[in-house]
């Protein structure tokens, strides 16, 4: 399972999943991918860093500077990453932030 998405959102829906599978679930391999260096980049280092280490404790997998910009022909299990590669996973959520139509 790919949480697509770095903050606040991203990381919770990872954490609770992590929590749901090893409560209830067959054994799922998590993973958080976000653009930014690190997920939360707009909190403290300290937050972070912690933030990071939890992640690993609960056992999500972290793919961190990697920009996804879509999915390809196979369907949203195949995410497309910015410089090209395909990152297949059985299940996308997408945790990322809102913006209106530019349009507008």
């Known amino acids: ?11 919770e829906l990872a954490l609770g999943l992590a ?5 209830e ?3 799922v391999r998590l993973e958080l991918i976000t653009a930014t ?3 939360l980049e707009d909190r403290p280092p ?3 860093r912690l933030v990071g280490q939890v992640l ?6 972290l793919e961190a500077g990697t920009r996804i910009v879509g999915c ?8 497309i990453v910015d410089d090209g590669r395909r990152l297949p996973c059985d299940l996308a959520l997408w945790v990322t932030r809102a ?3 530019p349009f507008l």
């Not at 929590?19 to 409560?23: G, I």
Request: proline letters at 14%.
């Open 56 to 61: 690993l404790k609960h056992g999500v997998s």
């Open 19 to 23: 929590a749901k599978f090893r409560r």
């Open 37 to 39: 260096r690190r997920p």
């Open 1 to 11: 399972v790919a949480v697509i998405g770095g903050g606040a959102g991203g990381v």
């Open 72 to 79: 390809d022909e196979d369907g949203p299990a195949a995410q």
């Open 99 to 101: 913006a209106p139509p």
């Open 25 to 27: 679930g067959p054994p």
């Open 46 to 48: 300290a937050v972070q």
